[in-house]
C-alpha cells in the first residue's frame, strides 16, 4: 500500500507514510469506540498446563532476545547524540556533578548542528546542553551504565514490558502480541540506538498492569510514568479512566501521583533549577523545525494552538466513547501521542514506537473484557 502510494506522491515515501498514520488514528479511534461494544463469545479460562507451555514461551523469547541485543549493543555503536548525551550524564551524577550542568562535544559537522540544534548551542565544538530528559530516565539508565553500557538498561525496560504483557495475557493470541513485541526489528533499533522512550515505556506497562492487578501501587506507577519524559503528561488527560477502572478518587490519584513524580524529579531539578529548565524545556521549545520529520508540518505549516485544540477533543472523545478500563488509559495516551507527534516539528521513530507499544499493551490489557461495561463503572479482572 505504501508503495503503491509513493508511485502517485510527488513527495514519495513521506505522503505514504502520512496517509497509512492517519489511517491508524481512524483505527484507533474505531477501537476505542468498539471497546464499549459486548464480547458475544467469553474467553475459555486458561489450563495450568496450557500457563505453562505460555510462560515457557515467553521465557524462552525474553533470554533469545536479551543475549541478541547485549551481542549486537556490544558490536554496534551508532552515531548518533542520544548516547553519549546519556553517557556523559551518568558518568557526571556517578562522579557528583549535576548531569543538566555539563557540555558535551559536538558529533556533528557545522550544517548537521545547525539543523539538529538550537540557534547558539554549539560554541567552539562543545554542545551547550546538559541532559534533555526528566531525571527518571537518568536513574534508569544507571544500571546500564555501571554494566558497562546504558543501553542494557533500555534492553532490560523492554523486557520487563514484555513480562507485564505475559501477566495481562488472557488468551493464546496475547502470545502473538508478545512475539510482535519483542521480535519487531525497531524494538532491536531502540535498544541499539539508545532512545530514552523505552524507559518511559516501562512505567507505562507497570501503570496498566498495576490499574487491573495491584492498585495499591498504582499511584506510584503513575506517577513513575508521568515523569518519565515529556510528552508523557499527555497520559494526565486520562487519568479518570484509570480512576474509574481502579475504584479510586480521581482527584486523590493525581494527588498521589503528583507527589511520586515530584519526589522523583525535584531533588535533581532544583540543584540548579535555571538549568534543568533550559535543557527539559527551552532547548525543546527553541529546537528547529526538522524537514526529515515524519509529520504533517512537512507538507504545511500547523500552529501548535491547533494540535493542542485536536489533542484535546481526542481526549474528550476518549473519555465518552471508550469504557473504564486500564486499557482505554492506554489506547487514550497513544491516540493523543499519535495525533501531538504527527503534526509536530520533529517527529520520528522512537515517537511512532512508544505509540504502537502502547497500542500492543491496550490489546493485551483488553483482552480480558467480559460483556458489556456499566457506564462509569471499571470491568472485573480475569482472574489470574
Given at each position: 500500500?505504501?508503495?503503491?502510494?509513493?508511485?502517485?506522491?510527488?513527495?514519495?515515501?513521506?505522503?505514504?507514510?502520512?496517509?497509512?498514520?492517519?489511517?491508524?488514528?481512524?483505527?484507533?479511534?474505531?477501537?476505542?469506540?468498539?471497546?464499549?461494544?459486548?464480547?458475544?463469545?467469553?474467553?475459555?479460562?486458561?489450563?495450568?498446563?496450557?500457563?505453562?507451555?505460555?510462560?515457557?514461551?515467553?521465557?524462552?523469547?525474553?533470554?533469545?532476545?536479551?543475549?541478541?541485543?547485549?551481542?549486537?549493543?556490544?558490536?554496534?555503536?551508532?552515531?548518533?547524540?542520544?548516547?553519549?548525551?546519556?553517557?556523559?550524564?551518568?558518568?557526571?551524577?556517578?562522579?557528583?556533578?549535576?548531569?543538566?550542568?555539563?557540555?558535551?562535544?559536538?558529533?556533528?559537522?557545522?550544517?548537521?548542528?545547525?539543523?539538529?540544534?538550537?540557534?547558539?548551542?554549539?560554541?567552539?565544538?562543545?554542545?551547550?546542553?546538559?541532559?534533555?530528559?526528566?531525571?527518571?530516565?537518568?536513574?534508569?539508565?544507571?544500571?546500564?551504565?555501571?554494566?558497562?553500557?546504558?543501553?542494557?538498561?533500555?534492553?532490560?525496560?523492554?523486557?520487563?514490558?514484555?513480562?507485564?504483557?505475559?501477566?495481562?495475557?488472557?488468551?493464546?493470541?496475547?502470545?502473538?502480541?508478545?512475539?510482535?513485541?519483542?521480535?519487531?526489528?525497531?524494538?532491536?533499533?531502540?535498544?541499539?540506538?539508545?532512545?530514552?522512550?523505552?524507559?518511559?515505556?516501562?512505567?507505562?506497562?507497570?501503570?496498566?498492569?498495576?490499574?487491573?492487578?495491584?492498585?495499591?501501587?498504582?499511584?506510584?506507577?503513575?506517577?513513575?510514568?508521568?515523569?518519565?519524559?515529556?510528552?508523557?503528561?499527555?497520559?494526565?488527560?486520562?487519568?479518570?479512566?484509570?480512576?474509574?477502572?481502579?475504584?479510586?478518587?480521581?482527584?486523590?490519584?493525581?494527588?498521589?501521583?503528583?507527589?511520586?513524580?515530584?519526589?522523583?524529579?525535584?531533588?535533581?531539578?532544583?540543584?540548579?533549577?535555571?538549568?534543568?529548565?533550559?535543557?527539559?524545556?527551552?532547548?525543546?521549545?527553541?529546537?528547529?523545525?526538522?524537514?526529515?520529520?515524519?509529520?504533517?508540518?512537512?507538507?504545511?505549516?500547523?500552529?501548535?494552538?491547533?494540535?493542542?485544540?485536536?489533542?484535546?477533543?481526542?481526549?474528550?472523545?476518549?473519555?465518552?466513547?471508550?469504557?473504564?478500563?486500564?486499557?482505554?488509559?492506554?489506547?487514550?495516551?497513544?491516540?493523543?501521542?499519535?495525533?501531538?507527534?504527527?503534526?509536530?516539528?520533529?517527529?520520528?521513530?522512537?515517537?511512532?514506537?512508544?505509540?504502537?507499544?502502547?497500542?500492543?499493551?491496550?490489546?493485551?490489557?483488553?483482552?480480558?473484557?467480559?460483556?458489556?461495561?456499566?457506564?462509569g463503572e471499571p470491568h472485573a479482572p480475569a482472574a489470574m
Amino acid at each position: 500500500m505504501a508503495n503503491n502510494l509513493w508511485l502517485q506522491s510527488a513527495n514519495g515515501p513521506i505522503t505514504a507514510s502520512l496517509v497509512l498514520i492517519a489511517l491508524a488514528a481512524v483505527a484507533l479511534l474505531l477501537g476505542i469506540f468498539n471497546s464499549r461494544r459486548s464480547v458475544d463469545e467469553p474467553q475459555p479460562a486458561w489450563s495450568a498446563a496450557g500457563r505453562r507451555f505460555f510462560w515457557a514461551f515467553v521465557v524462552l523469547l525474553l533470554v533469545w532476545h536479551v543475549w541478541h541485543s547485549v551481542s549486537l549493543v556490544q558490536r554496534v555503536h551508532p552515531f548518533v547524540d542520544v548516547l553519549p548525551l546519556q553517557t556523559d550524564a551518568t558518568r557526571a551524577l556517578l562522579h557528583g556533578v549535576n548531569p543538566y550542568t555539563i557540555t558535551h562535544r559536538d558529533i556533528f559537522n557545522a550544517e548537521q548542528s545547525r539543523m539538529f540544534y538550537p540557534a547558539g548551542s554549539v560554541v567552539n565544538g562543545r554542545l551547550l546542553l546538559g541532559f534533555p530528559y526528566p531525571p527518571l530516565c537518568l536513574f534508569l539508565d544507571l544500571p546500564g551504565e555501571l554494566l558497562g553500557d546504558i543501553r542494557y538498561s533500555h534492553i532490560a525496560a523492554l523486557a520487563l514490558c514484555a513480562v507485564f504483557l505475559g501477566l495481562m495475557a488472557s488468551r493464546w493470541s496475547d502470545a502473538v502480541v508478545i512475539g510482535f513485541f519483542v521480535l519487531n526489528p525497531h524494538t532491536e533499533l531502540m535498544e541499539l540506538v539508545g532512545w530514552v522512550d523505552s524507559l518511559m515505556l516501562l512505567p507505562l506497562f507497570a501503570t496498566v498492569y498495576a490499574a487491573k492487578y495491584r492498585r495499591w501501587w498504582l499511584p506510584v506507577a503513575l506517577g513513575l510514568f508521568l515523569c518519565a519524559k515529556q510528552y508523557a503528561l499527555l497520559g494526565l488527560l486520562f487519568v479518570p479512566i484509570l480512576a474509574r477502572a481502579a475504584g479510586r478518587s480521581t482527584v486523590r490519584l493525581y494527588l498521589q501521583s503528583a507527589g511520586v513524580a515530584a519526589a522523583v524529579t525535584l531533588p535533581l531539578a532544583l540543584w540548579n533549577l535555571p538549568h534543568f529548565v533550559q535543557d527539559t524545556l527551552l532547548f525543546q521549545i527553541r529546537s528547529p523545525f526538522r524537514p526529515d520529520s515524519l509529520s504533517f508540518a512537512v507538507l504545511f505549516p500547523i500552529p501548535f494552538a491547533v494540535i493542542i485544540v485536536v489533542v484535546l477533543a481526542a481526549a474528550i472523545w476518549t473519555h465518552r466513547a471508550g469504557c473504564a478500563h486500564p486499557a482505554i488509559f492506554a489506547a487514550g495516551f497513544a491516540l493523543a501521542l499519535l495525533l501531538f507527534v504527527a503534526a509536530n516539528k520533529q517527529a520520528f521513530l522512537n515517537y511512532y514506537y512508544a505509540v504502537m507499544q502502547a497500542l500492543l499493551l491496550a490489546a493485551v490489557a483488553l483482552s480480558d473484557v467480559r460483556g458489556e461495561p456499566i457506564a462509569g463503572e471499571p470491568h472485573a479482572p480475569a482472574a489470574m
